[in-house]
């Protein structure tokens, strides 16, 4: 096991070089630098030329590309436009996705897991049916789209809960400069105003973006248990009297975990790119909604250096679900 | 992001490669139940929009960038009547109209984008994983990294780099999209020629001398243009999504262009603190409904093609009535 | 002992099949996997069950303890403890799977489950039948069954993966052997195994009937383990039994044409030219008319085409063909040899 781990988490710096020079390539796969592309045609030549030597775009490509690498891992990504530190922004805001992200995540799994078990059981029952449709329609309905309605019904018609934000104005001042995880910090404190404000906030975009996954899990968690279901060693399992239940649950669901688990790992880029659409229409204050502002302001060093961040979290996922799953499953570890 | 319907992606019944038939619309043909409902439902729903798309300018009470008809201009955010079933929208346009040239839009994109995918991403996929090597290595290595990131940022970089390059909207939003896609087509064909790389069939026309190409064309496309329609089905429902999503942000189809619905509700975020409600629900219902009946037809197609999934067995048996027992008699003299 | 013994009502045997009928639902239409079968399984005694690939072995083997695909029908009795196990609810059945009847099965690779380890395998089993059993007692009972598949007890914490084909199958054996049944059903036990590990589960096998009275049904293609391992032998056919007897006499004497050209067909140091049986098995979802063997027999007579042939007695057991009667009530005409057009070659399967 211990080999396995090893192993394992050395792998994590090919892999994130590999992406940082993918990020880097991209950005500079439009003809000339980034400012260039950016501002060409809207500042004077010598401007440019000054901006440019400024952010060391006239260095040979190879220095600037060794030069972004060792950036990045001595944590330093840049400035934006606005003079703001990149890592800050990213602490900021990355914690207020963080922190939706969790919660969606844990709204799907909840709802998610039983309702795709209860269908892989009985299959083409009536449940079946209608866990696959909620499944098929809640995957299809955009996040945009089911946060529009649910602001229709929730915010304008019964007035329950608020349109947007991650807290009420009034409260906004309390807040620190730090990370934004405001639910834990709330709880943490013992604050029972700002924790209350902090959920009815944080319960229609997790909700929303939690559907968006939900979909996924409930379609994997069928198809695995159905497969499983059919294994020789369930047969095995039931030939030997082993009660139904534990038949199911211990050897046809702990044995889907497996596959089901490496599929999740992958939708953390699901997640990515839900939570940016769900920061959108619920002016979220997450890094997807400033990511949308510096794109549309072509602030292409503040771009760079939040997907670079992007690609260092999806290997980080993708270590952990590796991880999880060496523990499920004995087989891999050897 | 497509979930590959989970760990058994799309299997396929490794035998003799070729027959299009046999493999495809033979076991279609025979299905029953659930799967043919499947079908039938998502096969209606997508037949709706293909027709709306290919006959809009006749099934459309009037142009998606309309403002007035017969002299008489339209109505800003006018509820649903009569002369606009859906109503209009902040910029007077019907919006009926713009659900209807949106499928249009929808539709071209799409298809355009798994075109062009599954051909890039099949080729891709046949030729890594028939020659294997250090192209192979480094192919699955980008794929992998496209595959692993956001789509959505994908698809915005993508169309950011090629925007006034590949000029109008609809073909940068194909393209951006099928860098997307490409990746899965990629690794399941691949998946599948590596499998079917070891089967006896294959080595002996090797050992025959075939070409490599024929080898990829006769014997390993069969087994891998199984999987593909389900996988091209589910991905053309997620590449809606994604235009969708584009629009929404403001990085797909110009609005003079044509209409999209994403773009749609964009604006319609705004037009619900109003309560005005026909904006984002029209297009929204458009883009759900379409998703869903693409989705349809892949989940019935991978009920009846995936051999996880079929149900060889499980039809109630209804048995006839014991036959009276019969005797065994001694042993009366026959021939032996 | 096995909790199923019988309560001192004599030595009746310890299965009795009845007429018993397992038919599949398929989208073609009912498969009749075992269409009226009869057969008996007497304390200690070790009965095989031989027959070609798609004849509905396997599928008696299942059908007897229900291990069945939803949907499926069946039909008949199957007498195991006092009970006719035909119909009982899926919570008796269960009670009975394990600590009355043990099912070994074909493939031992995938028969494990490959996250759990061996001890926690035997927890399973014993726990589900057994309430109050300490970690103790469960440790030592499976030790003990290990201890017999030759398997050392410094292993019983390891995982499935890290045995081999034979080993597993030992496990297997040791799983079914830890409750003691009181029927054990092998289904081609040793099929995907090489011959050496063969003969240890043979006799192992045969260790069960000399030390427990276990009852054993053996089902396998291969009539050489029957003939070296069973006390008598079934053959099957189609769904039914084409020849029940013990096993020397049916071998040194076989009856039915089928037996005969089984065992034409078996390769020994003595063949000099490969004999076999034309044709394929039938289709069991439209079996033909009367005796189903029929088309691939050399002595068929015209009634065998007509009428379903009815099992007579013999010396050593029973066997059902027209050959042998009863012969009351037929024309002449009915027993000349059938003309039929040369045998087509089999569709593919």
């Not at chain 1, 993918?22 to 030329?49: K, M, N």
């Not at chain 1, 880029?269 to 794109?295: C, H, K």
Request: hydrophobic share 45%; aromatic share 8%.
């Amino acid at each position: 096991m211990r080999a396995y781990l090893v192993a394992r988490i050395l792998l994590v710096i090919p892999m994130v070089w590999i992406l940082l020079t993918l990020v880097f390539l991209l950005l500079r796969v439009a003809p000339g630098d980034p400012i260039t592309a950016a501002l060409g045609g809207q500042l004077p030549p010598a401007e440019l030329a000054r901006r440019r030597h400024a952010a060391g775009f006239d260095r040979p490509i190879i220095v600037q590309y060794f030069d972004y690498l060792r950036q990045v891992v001595s944590g330093n990504l840049g400035k934006t436009q606005q003079g703001e530190s990149v890592t800050h922004v990213v602490l900021v805001n990355g914690s207020a996705t963080l922190e939706l992200s969790i919660f969606a995540l844990l709204f799907a799994l909840v709802v998610g897991i039983p309702i795709g078990l209860r269908c892989g059981r009985r299959r083409d029952g009536a449940f079946d049916t209608f866990g696959r449709l909620f499944g098929i329609i809640t995957y299809a309905a955009p996040v945009f789209f089911l946060g529009l309605l649910f602001q229709l019904l929730f915010t304008k018609k019964l007035g329950w809960l608020p349109p947007s934000g991650q807290v009420s104005s009034t409260l906004q001042a309390e807040i620190s400069d730090g990370p934004h995880l405001l639910f834990f910090e709330a709880l943490f404190k013992g604050d029972m105003t700002g924790l209350s404000d902090v959920v009815k906030h944080l319960i229609l975009p997790a909700v929303t973006l939690g559907l968006l996954i939900t979909g996924v899990v409930i379609r994997l968690v069928r198809v695995n248990v159905i497969q499983t279901l059919q294994g020789d060693y369930v047969e095995a399992a039931r030939a030997r009297g082993i009660p139904e239940r534990r038949v199911v649950m211990r050897h046809a669901f702990r044995n889907a975990l497996v596959p089901i688990v490496t599929v999740m790992g992958l939708q953390a880029a699901l997640l990515l790119s839900g939570s940016v659409l769900t920061e959108e229409t619920f002016n979220w204050p997450g890094i997807g909604n400033r990511l949308i502002q510096y794109l549309q302001n072509r602030d292409y060093l503040a771009v760079q250096g939040i997907i670079s961040v992007f690609a260092i979290v999806v290997v980080v996922v993708s270590l952990l679900i590796d991880i999880v799953n060496a523990i499920l499953d004995p087989r891999v570890r050897y | 992001m497509t979930a590959n319907v989970g760990s058994a992606e799309v299997g396929t019944t490794q035998a003799r490669g070729g027959g299009l038939t046999r493999r495809l619309i033979g076991p279609i043909r025979e299905a029953h139940g659930l799967p043919k409902v499947l079908l039938w439902v998502g096969g209606g729903l997508f037949a709706v929009f293909v027709i709306c798309a290919i006959f809009a300018p006749w099934i459309a009470p009037y142009s998606f960038d309309a403002t007035s008809s017969g002299g008489k201009q339209f109505p800003k955010y006018g509820h649903p009547s009569a002369a606009h079933w859906f109503g209009t929208n902040v910029t007077n346009h019907d919006v009926l109209s713009i659900v209807i040239y949106g499928a249009r839009t929808a539709l071209e994109v799409v298809v355009l984008a798994v075109l062009f995918s599954v051909i890039v991403g099949v080729v891709l996929g046949l030729i890594s994983g028939y020659y294997g090597g250090w192209l192979d290595r480094i192919l699955v290595l980008i794929m992998d990294a496209l595959f692993a990131f956001p789509y959505l940022l994908l698809a915005i970089v993508v169309a950011f780099l090629l925007a006034g390059k590949v000029g109008g909207g609809v073909m940068t939003a194909a393209l951006s999209i099928t860098v997307v896609y490409v990746p899965q087509y990629f690794r399941v064909v691949r998946n599948s020629v590596l499998s079917a790389k070891q089967e006896s069939y294959v080595e002996a026309a090797r050992a025959l001398g075939a070409r490599p190409r024929t080898i990829m064309g006769r014997y390993l496309f069969g087994n891998v243009i199984q999987s593909v329609p389900v996988i091209a089905t589910l991905n053309a429902a997620d590449a809606i999504l994604t235009l969708a999503g584009l629009g929404f942000l403001g990085y797909g189809i110009q609005p003079g262009d044509a209409a999209e619905w994403g773009y749609e509700l964009s604006r319609a975020v705004t037009d619900a603190g109003a309560g005005i409600w026909w904006t984002g629900l029209f297009p929204g219902l458009a883009i759900v409904l379409l998703v869903v009946g693409l989705t349809l037809i892949g989940e019935g197609l991978n009920d009846i093609l995936n051999p996880v999934l079929r149900r060889r067995f499980g039809r109630l048996v209804v048995m006839p009535a014991r036959p009276r027992s019969q005797e065994v008699a001694g042993d009366v003299g026959g021939e032996r | 002992m096995s909790r199923f013994d019988d309560d001192g009502a004599g030595p009746g045997p310890v299965l009795q099949v009845d007429d018993l009928r397992v038919w599949y639902g398929t989208p073609r239409g009912p498969v009749r996997a075992v269409d009226g079968l009869n057969l008996t399984v007497a304390r200690g005694e070790s009965v095989g069950l031989v027959g070609e690939s798609g004849c509905g072995k396997s599928t008696l083997g299942r059908g007897i303890v229900g291990l069945l695909p939803p949907g499926t029908g069946i039909d008949g009795e199957v007498r195991f403890a006092d009970r006719n196990l035909v119909g009982l609810p899926p919570a008796a059945l269960r009670d009975i799977r394990g600590p009355g009847i043990g099912l070994i099965f074909q493939e031992p690779m995938t028969r494990l489950n490959p996250l759990l380890r061996i001890s926690d395998h035997f927890a399973e089993t014993i726990r589900a039948h057994e309430s109050g059993v300490g970690r103790k007692e469960i440790r030592a009972r499976s030790l003990e069954a290990l201890r017999g598949m030759g398997i050392p007890p410094t292993r019983f914490d390891h995982y499935p993966h890290e045995f081999s084909g034979g080993m597993r199958q030992r496990i297997m054996i040791a799983l079914v052997l830890v409750l003691r049944p009181a029927l054990v059903i092998a289904d081609e036990p040793t099929t995907s195994l090489d011959v050496l590990v063969e003969a240890q589960i043979l006799s192992i096998l045969a260790d069960l009937r000399a030390n427990f009275d276990t009852g054993l049904l053996l089902i396998t293609h291969n009539l050489g383990i029957i003939a070296e391992a069973c006390d008598r032998v079934a053959v099957m056919y189609a769904g039914r039994l084409a020849e029940v007897g013990y096993a020397r006499e049916v071998f040194a004497e076989p009856a039915h044409p089928y037996t005969q050209a089984l065992l034409a067909s078996t390769i020994s140091l003595r063949t000099t030219e490969l004999s076999y049986i034309p044709g394929a098995p039938p289709d069991l979802a439209d079996p033909p008319p009367g005796c189903r063997f029929h088309p691939r027999c050399q002595k068929a007579m015209r009634q065998c085409a007509q009428h379903e042939p009815i099992p007579v007695r013999t010396a050593s057991g029973e066997v059902t063909c027209w050959l042998h009667g009863p012969s009351n009530g037929q024309s002449p005409v009915d027993l000349e040899p059938l003309v039929r057009e040369e045998l087509r070659s089999a569709d593919e399967a």
